[in-house]
């Protein structure tokens, strides 16, 4: 599975964006998909999850009520909504993908994009 994330940029405070992962391959639905995101000088960390029907979601305390986590089966492709941007939020968001179920923890995931870098200013 190859991934191929966009939609970052740079938004206000208060803001929105939309992020996008694009995947290849048939099997995009047997995959569980992450977002996760990693601001300078700081380690990666979970930001949500979807399983692989889209049925179940996972988020981070900190994104809770502001993300929402989404997925396309027919257009293999899974989202992010970002809403009530924070400049915290800052960083470069990568989505992910594992077999199985979804996970909070990147060392169980199998396939990387290559990150979008969102900055929000204040």
């Known amino acids: 599975v190859q991934l191929q994330a966009s939609g970052g940029g740079l938004v206000q405070a208060g803001g929105s964006l939309r992020l996008s992962c694009a995947a290849s391959g048939r099997t995009f639905s047997s995959y569980s998909m992450g977002w996760f995101r990693q601001a300078p000088g700081k380690e990666r960390e979970f930001v949500a999850a979807?399983?692989?029907?889209?049925?179940?979601?996972y988020y981070a305390d900190s994104v809770k009520g502001r993300f929402t986590i989404s997925r396309d089966n027919a257009k293999n492709t899974v989202y992010l909504q970002m809403n009530s941007l924070k400049p915290e939020d800052t960083a470069v968001y990568y989505c992910?993908?594992?077999?199985?179920?979804?996970?909070?923890?990147?060392?169980?995931?199998?396939?990387w994009g290559q990150g979008t870098q969102v900055t929000v200013s204040s």
């Open positions: 992910a993908a594992r077999r199985g179920t979804y996970s909070y923890s990147d060392g169980r995931y199998d396939y």
């Open positions: 979807i399983n692989w029907s889209g049925g179940s979601t």
